[in-house]
């Protein structure tokens, strides 16, 4: 998967949620035909149409991602809400209804996903003099800073990116006759599996956002915020505090 393109996505999130809960699912079991377990997801269900997000480069989101737990309903409610559903596809969106239809998501497979994030965000490690406090918070003021790590991506890595994920076909790469070559993610998940590619051989260094928490990639060192509507808020927060 070529680092250097631009990764184009068109998602939606779904910011008004009516409800969650724990809900119990048959799923197969990996490696056995035949076999099936009962699994706790979370159900989220929301209301309406929901609001379209586009993105032209890759986000750090992927590694906020890998860190859900995907049985706590508030958790996945969280991510719902502002970046949407994994497994949607931009064909699946809906069409502009009269009246507000209810749809709900469930967390089955979003540890599968998880997963690979998890082993490519492996590849990283924090800056020395971060990390846990004794009673388990995270030290004031620490932002999580860290860099990939000399050697990596691993011969292990190369080889689950360049095997497993070589046909990754969701990934479409096209040109575009006002920006050149760039690569077109048909879904949520599809989008983060880029990115953190990307952000890997990039060699990207990662950071919390100071308002939100959530990750992302940063080039400068005095970014603070993940996005404009949260270096707004945390400007603002910071005026009512003085």
């Not at 030290?139 to 000399?150: K, Q």
């Not at 080889?159 to 690569?183: E, N, Q, V, Y």
């Not at 998940?189 to 260094?205: E, G, I, K, T, Y």
Request: charged share 25%; glycine share 8%.
């Amino acid at each position: 998967m070529p680092e250097h393109y631009p990764i184009h996505f068109t998602g939606r999130r779904w910011p008004a949620v009516l409800a969650t809960s724990v809900s119990h699912m048959l799923v197969p079991v990996a490696g056995d035909p035949q076999g099936y377990e009962t699994v706790s997801v979370s159900r989220v269900e929301v209301r309406g149409d929901g609001r379209r997000w586009r993105t032209t480069k890759a986000l750090g989101l992927w590694r906020t991602f890998s860190e859900i737990e995907t049985s706590d309903p508030a958790q996945v409610m969280g991510f719902v809400m502002r970046y949407g559903d994994p497994n949607q596809k931009p064909d699946d969106l809906p069409v502009e209804q009269p009246s507000p239809p209810v749809r709900t998501f469930y967390s089955y497979k979003w540890d599968e996903l998880a997963g690979v994030l998890r082993l490519i965000g492996d590849c990283w490690q924090k800056e020395p003099g971060w990390g846990p406090r004794d009673d388990g918070a995270e030290e004031a003021g620490a932002d999580g800073v860290c860099h990939v790590r000399d050697g990596e991506p691993s011969e292990q890595v190369h080889r689950f990116i360049h095997s497993d994920l070589a046909g990754w076909k969701p990934i479409i790469g096209r040109f575009d006759s006002r920006t050149g070559f760039r690569l077109d993610a048909s879904s949520l998940a599809d989008f983060m599996v880029a990115s953190a590619v990307q952000h890997l051989f990039r060699r990207m260094p990662l950071k919390r956002c100071a308002f939100c928490s959530h990750w992302f990639a940063f080039e400068r060192t005095n970014m603070k915020t993940c996005s404009d509507a949260c270096r707004n808020a945390l400007s603002r927060d910071t005026r009512s505090d003085d």
